[in-house]
């Protein structure tokens, strides 16, 4: 397969022998049978290279294809997962824009693809105010082929919003297209039960829903995150009644909340030194909860920690704050700050400051009022080198940040996670104090010791059963034996 190198984009044969998740993608979507799977990366990589996928951009693309919104990102569904729109109205046949608007399809999935790592959409087909003009079979199949046959492992659902009865038997054709698996992702939705699978804080207002988001082009609508909160996090009128003495406690809180990172930094540290055969021979050594707690993306700006979920509590948990520890890993003042796509929700102190070369900074994050974190919350986390001759203060941070080029950002995200009832693995904060759940890992840890001291029990006594039993059919044999030989010499005798 690899040595036909002309017949697909030598980008892609590379990233095929390094990114063993993409391999896991095909094999997981063509169910482990292998042939299957490499017909899929054939079929895929063929395409690839023909719709130049790996080189498309904003500028290759005729500039109304943005304009008109046929296409974007936008929103979350109730499992997290992005939104792809399709909103049908917009577009019209045209056999001569047919091959850009495909590539434009191709832009979005590899634009979300690359920036995203491979994470699933939820396709939206917003059928409102369509008839047959609009309909397009062809277009629809390619968009339908393109996570069947060239993405793999990309599609969650397909969530069609009022399809005409026009369209009914242009739909049982669609079908045909589908395997079960994918016929089984379609999901028929009107106003009444959209927010089965959408909440409406991500459908607008003829869909039932309270998103006020407006498409307009440009810039590209590649994300939701919203500007950087202030420092003090939004202001609302529940802030302007903000006694004093909250205040005050959020300023102490700040304090106790970094002398214990810097305890539990010790201890991340101190385990980070631990060699790979201590770490078999003595896990006990470790805290419990070590494998949440200490996962860290290592960025070349930033290493970031937790590296992919802030855990929150449900309401009735009560668990509403999060930490984010940033580690500067350059010789240079490192710019960073913090953007949501929920900022009515959340106070991050800071949101927009800097880091100093091989020092750590804490980022408190707050749910606040009566909000509860939802998993289709999002943060981003922005960060760029500062020469050392600029200064770190407001004016400085907020004229750097106009000035540097995108390509020197460095951006992460992290999505939000909410724990119904067992405390949360992460860095979480609750009450004035870093958290670690030790209580609970320590009665798990208790509980773990008593199951093994049971398990030891039980397996002596199966092995005392089976020495038993050894014996017993030993024993047997010898009686069987003598009973033999003794009947041998009673018949000789008469003989």
Known sequence: LLDKSDKYDSRDVERLQQDDKWVENYLIWRHDVVDDTLKMIDESFQWRKEYTVNDLSESVLPKWLFEIGALFLHGYDKEGYKLFWFKVKHHTRDPKQQLDKKKLVAFWLEHYAKRDHGKPLTVVFDMAETGISHIDLDFVRFIVNCFTDYYPNFLTKIVIFEMPWIMNAAFKIVKGW???DAISMLKFTNKSDIQEYISGEYLPPHMGGTDSFKYSYPPLVDDDFQTPLCENGPITNEDEHESKEELDADTKETGELNEAQNLNQKKMNSIEHISKSEETDKTEVKPKNAKKALTTFKGPLLHISPAEELYFGSKETGEKKCLIVLTNVTKNVVAFKVRTTAPEKYRVKPSNSSCEPGTSLDIIVSLHGGFSASLQDRFLIMAAEMDQSSGAGAPELTQFWKDVPRTKVMEHRLRCHVIESSKPSSLTLKDNAF??????????????????????????????????????????????????FCFYLAYAQRS
């Open 435 to 484: 958290n670690v759940p030790a209580k609970t890992n320590e009665d798990l840890h208790i509980q773990l010791t008593r199951l093994l001291q049971i398990n030891k029990r039980l397996e002596e006594q199966m092995n005392r059963c089976l020495w038993f039993q050894q014996l017993s059919v030993v024993l047997s044999l010898l009686s069987v034996t003598v009973a033999a």
């Open 178 to 180: 589908l395997g079960p």
